[in-house]
T-cell receptor, first 114, second 114 residues
Framework: SQTIHQWPATLVQPVGSPLSLECTVEGTSNPNLYWYRQAAGRGLQLLFYSIGIDQISSEVPQNLSASRPQDRQFILSSKKLLLSDSGFYLC?????????????FGPGTRLTVT | AQSVTQLGSHVSVSEGALVLLRCNYSSSVPPYLFWYVQYPNQGLQLLLKYTTGATLVKGINGFEAEFKKSETSFHLTKPSAHMSDAAEYFCAVDVSGNTGKLIFGQGTTLQVKP
Protein backbone atom coordinates (compact mmCIF):
# COMPACT_ATOMS: atom_id res chain seq x y z
CA SER A 1 0.00 0.00 0.00
CA GLN A 2 1.01 3.58 -0.51
CA THR A 3 2.12 5.89 2.28
CA ILE A 4 3.20 9.49 2.37
CA HIS A 5 5.57 10.98 4.91
CA GLN A 6 6.32 14.56 5.84
CA TRP A 7 8.91 15.95 8.18
CA PRO A 8 9.38 17.65 10.39
CA ALA A 9 5.95 17.56 12.04
CA THR A 10 6.44 20.95 13.66
CA LEU A 11 8.96 23.71 13.12
CA VAL A 12 9.60 27.10 14.69
CA GLN A 13 11.90 29.34 12.69
CA PRO A 14 12.92 33.00 13.00
CA VAL A 15 12.18 35.50 10.25
CA GLY A 16 14.91 35.48 7.63
CA SER A 17 16.02 31.92 8.25
CA PRO A 18 15.99 29.22 5.54
CA LEU A 19 13.40 26.48 5.25
CA SER A 20 13.38 22.93 3.98
CA LEU A 21 10.36 20.67 4.26
CA GLU A 22 10.48 17.16 2.89
CA CYS A 23 7.81 14.86 1.54
CA THR A 24 8.29 11.28 0.39
CA VAL A 25 5.85 8.76 -1.03
CA GLU A 26 6.19 5.00 -0.83
CA GLY A 27 4.47 2.23 -2.75
CA THR A 28 3.86 4.01 -6.03
CA SER A 29 5.85 5.28 -8.96
CA ASN A 30 5.69 8.46 -11.01
CA PRO A 31 3.07 10.12 -8.80
CA ASN A 32 1.84 13.65 -9.25
CA LEU A 33 2.97 15.60 -6.19
CA TYR A 34 1.54 18.74 -4.62
CA TRP A 35 2.39 21.26 -1.90
CA TYR A 36 -0.42 23.14 -0.17
CA ARG A 37 -0.45 25.77 2.56
CA GLN A 38 -3.29 26.14 5.00
CA ALA A 39 -3.28 29.41 6.92
CA ALA A 40 -5.23 29.73 10.14
CA GLY A 41 -8.95 29.85 9.48
CA ARG A 42 -8.54 29.58 5.74
CA GLY A 43 -8.80 26.91 3.11
CA LEU A 44 -6.04 25.18 1.22
CA GLN A 45 -3.87 27.10 -1.18
CA LEU A 46 -2.00 25.13 -3.83
CA LEU A 47 1.62 26.26 -3.91
CA PHE A 48 3.35 23.88 -6.31
CA TYR A 49 2.62 20.76 -8.26
CA SER A 50 4.81 18.33 -10.14
CA ILE A 51 3.91 15.73 -12.74
CA GLY A 52 7.46 14.37 -12.97
CA ILE A 53 11.08 14.87 -12.00
CA ASP A 54 12.17 18.42 -12.81
CA GLN A 55 8.61 19.26 -13.90
CA ILE A 56 7.39 21.71 -11.29
CA SER A 57 4.78 24.39 -11.67
CA SER A 58 4.29 27.29 -9.30
CA GLU A 59 0.79 28.47 -8.58
CA VAL A 60 1.39 31.51 -6.41
CA PRO A 61 4.25 34.03 -6.58
CA GLN A 62 6.08 33.96 -3.27
CA ASN A 63 9.46 33.46 -1.66
CA LEU A 64 9.07 29.68 -1.66
CA SER A 65 10.45 27.18 -4.13
CA ALA A 66 10.03 23.46 -4.72
CA SER A 67 12.23 20.71 -6.06
CA ARG A 68 11.79 17.07 -6.95
CA PRO A 69 15.22 15.44 -6.87
CA GLN A 70 13.79 11.92 -7.02
CA ASP A 71 10.58 10.42 -8.38
CA ARG A 72 8.94 10.14 -4.98
CA GLN A 73 10.54 13.04 -3.12
CA PHE A 74 9.22 16.57 -3.06
CA ILE A 75 10.95 19.38 -1.17
CA LEU A 76 9.65 22.83 -0.26
CA SER A 77 12.27 25.47 0.42
CA SER A 78 12.81 29.08 1.21
CA LYS A 79 15.99 31.14 1.47
CA LYS A 80 14.48 33.69 3.87
CA LEU A 81 11.27 33.10 5.74
CA LEU A 82 8.64 35.81 6.24
CA LEU A 83 6.12 36.03 9.05
CA SER A 84 3.41 35.39 6.46
CA ASP A 85 4.92 31.98 5.69
CA SER A 86 3.52 30.61 8.94
CA GLY A 87 0.92 27.92 8.42
CA PHE A 88 0.20 24.25 8.02
CA TYR A 89 1.96 22.75 5.01
CA LEU A 90 0.51 19.69 3.39
CA CYS A 91 2.01 17.44 0.77
CA UNK A 92 -0.21 15.25 -1.39
CA UNK A 93 0.16 12.71 -4.17
CA UNK A 94 -2.03 11.34 -6.92
CA UNK A 95 -1.59 8.37 -9.18
CA UNK A 96 -1.02 9.16 -12.82
CA UNK A 97 -3.22 6.50 -14.34
CA UNK A 98 -5.98 3.98 -13.78
CA UNK A 99 -8.74 6.46 -13.13
CA UNK A 100 -7.42 7.32 -9.70
CA UNK A 101 -8.31 10.98 -9.52
CA UNK A 102 -8.16 11.61 -5.81
CA UNK A 103 -5.23 13.09 -3.94
CA UNK A 104 -3.85 11.55 -0.78
CA PHE A 105 -2.45 13.83 1.87
CA GLY A 106 0.43 13.58 4.28
CA PRO A 107 0.19 14.39 7.98
CA GLY A 108 1.40 17.96 7.49
CA THR A 109 4.07 20.26 8.93
CA ARG A 110 3.11 23.08 11.29
CA LEU A 111 5.45 26.02 10.61
CA THR A 112 5.60 29.00 12.92
CA VAL A 113 7.77 31.91 11.87
CA THR A 114 8.68 34.17 14.78
CA ALA B 1 -12.66 30.38 -13.78
CA GLN B 2 -13.47 27.32 -11.74
CA SER B 3 -14.44 27.83 -8.13
CA VAL B 4 -15.94 26.05 -5.16
CA THR B 5 -18.26 27.63 -2.61
CA GLN B 6 -19.12 26.02 0.67
CA LEU B 7 -22.14 27.66 2.26
CA GLY B 8 -21.63 28.10 5.96
CA SER B 9 -18.20 28.17 7.55
CA HIS B 10 -19.65 26.64 10.72
CA VAL B 11 -22.47 24.13 11.06
CA SER B 12 -23.74 22.86 14.40
CA VAL B 13 -25.97 19.81 14.82
CA SER B 14 -27.08 17.65 17.69
CA GLU B 15 -25.87 14.08 17.99
CA GLY B 16 -28.20 11.86 15.97
CA ALA B 17 -29.43 14.70 13.75
CA LEU B 18 -29.05 14.98 10.01
CA VAL B 19 -25.82 16.46 8.73
CA LEU B 20 -26.00 18.60 5.59
CA LEU B 21 -22.91 20.41 4.32
CA ARG B 22 -23.40 22.43 1.16
CA CYS B 23 -21.04 22.72 -1.77
CA ASN B 24 -21.56 24.51 -5.08
CA TYR B 25 -19.04 24.65 -7.88
CA SER B 26 -18.52 26.45 -11.12
CA SER B 27 -16.91 24.67 -14.01
CA SER B 28 -16.97 24.87 -17.76
CA VAL B 29 -16.20 21.17 -18.14
CA PRO B 30 -17.55 18.05 -16.41
CA PRO B 31 -15.93 18.09 -13.01
CA TYR B 32 -14.54 15.49 -10.73
CA LEU B 33 -15.76 16.27 -7.21
CA PHE B 34 -14.44 15.32 -3.80
CA TRP B 35 -15.19 15.70 -0.13
CA TYR B 36 -12.35 15.55 2.38
CA VAL B 37 -12.38 15.62 6.18
CA GLN B 38 -9.66 17.11 8.37
CA TYR B 39 -9.26 16.49 12.08
CA PRO B 40 -7.19 18.99 14.10
CA ASN B 41 -3.53 19.07 13.19
CA GLN B 42 -3.87 16.25 10.70
CA GLY B 43 -3.85 15.89 6.95
CA LEU B 44 -6.96 15.56 4.81
CA GLN B 45 -8.72 12.23 4.45
CA LEU B 46 -10.86 11.42 1.44
CA LEU B 47 -14.52 10.86 2.32
CA LEU B 48 -15.93 10.25 -1.15
CA LYS B 49 -15.61 11.21 -4.79
CA TYR B 50 -17.67 11.63 -7.93
CA THR B 51 -16.06 11.07 -11.31
CA THR B 52 -18.64 9.55 -13.65
CA GLY B 53 -21.66 7.27 -13.44
CA ALA B 54 -24.07 7.16 -10.53
CA THR B 55 -24.70 10.63 -9.17
CA LEU B 56 -25.29 9.47 -5.60
CA VAL B 57 -22.01 8.38 -4.14
CA LYS B 58 -21.38 6.75 -0.81
CA GLY B 59 -18.28 7.25 1.23
CA ILE B 60 -16.73 6.26 4.49
CA ASN B 61 -18.24 6.78 7.93
CA GLY B 62 -21.82 6.78 6.60
CA PHE B 63 -21.46 9.92 4.48
CA GLU B 64 -22.90 10.31 1.02
CA ALA B 65 -23.17 13.06 -1.57
CA GLU B 66 -25.24 13.67 -4.66
CA PHE B 67 -23.96 15.31 -7.81
CA LYS B 68 -26.61 17.58 -9.30
CA LYS B 69 -25.41 19.01 -12.57
CA SER B 70 -28.41 21.31 -13.04
CA GLU B 71 -27.77 22.89 -9.65
CA THR B 72 -23.95 22.66 -9.87
CA SER B 73 -24.03 21.19 -6.37
CA PHE B 74 -22.40 18.35 -4.50
CA HIS B 75 -23.85 18.47 -0.98
CA LEU B 76 -22.61 16.11 1.70
CA THR B 77 -25.06 14.36 3.99
CA LYS B 78 -25.17 11.88 6.84
CA PRO B 79 -28.46 10.71 8.33
CA SER B 80 -27.30 10.66 11.93
CA ALA B 81 -24.42 12.67 13.32
CA HIS B 82 -21.94 11.14 15.73
CA MET B 83 -19.66 13.00 18.09
CA SER B 84 -16.67 11.69 16.15
CA ASP B 85 -17.89 13.52 13.03
CA ALA B 86 -16.81 16.85 14.51
CA ALA B 87 -14.11 18.08 12.14
CA GLU B 88 -13.53 20.40 9.19
CA TYR B 89 -14.88 19.36 5.83
CA PHE B 90 -13.61 20.47 2.45
CA CYS B 91 -15.26 20.20 -0.93
CA ALA B 92 -12.93 20.16 -3.93
CA VAL B 93 -13.19 20.08 -7.71
CA ASP B 94 -10.69 18.81 -10.28
CA VAL B 95 -11.10 20.21 -13.74
CA SER B 96 -7.52 20.02 -14.84
CA GLY B 97 -7.25 16.47 -16.12
CA ASN B 98 -3.63 15.37 -16.29
CA THR B 99 -2.24 17.70 -13.63
CA GLY B 100 -4.85 16.74 -11.05
CA LYS B 101 -4.96 20.20 -9.54
CA LEU B 102 -7.75 20.59 -7.03
CA ILE B 103 -9.65 23.72 -6.20
CA PHE B 104 -10.84 23.65 -2.60
CA GLY B 105 -13.68 25.41 -0.89
CA GLN B 106 -12.98 27.39 2.25
CA GLY B 107 -14.11 24.57 4.46
CA THR B 108 -16.98 23.99 6.88
CA THR B 109 -16.40 23.25 10.54
CA LEU B 110 -18.92 20.74 11.84
CA GLN B 111 -19.75 20.88 15.53
CA VAL B 112 -21.73 18.00 17.04
CA LYS B 113 -23.49 18.72 20.32
CA PRO B 114 -24.36 15.97 22.76
Amino acid sequence: SQTIHQWPATLVQPVGSPLSLECTVEGTSNPNLYWYRQAAGRGLQLLFYSIGIDQISSEVPQNLSASRPQDRQFILSSKKLLLSDSGFYLCAWRGDSGGAYEQYFGPGTRLTVT
Amino acid sequence: AQSVTQLGSHVSVSEGALVLLRCNYSSSVPPYLFWYVQYPNQGLQLLLKYTTGATLVKGINGFEAEFKKSETSFHLTKPSAHMSDAAEYFCAVDVSGNTGKLIFGQGTTLQVKP
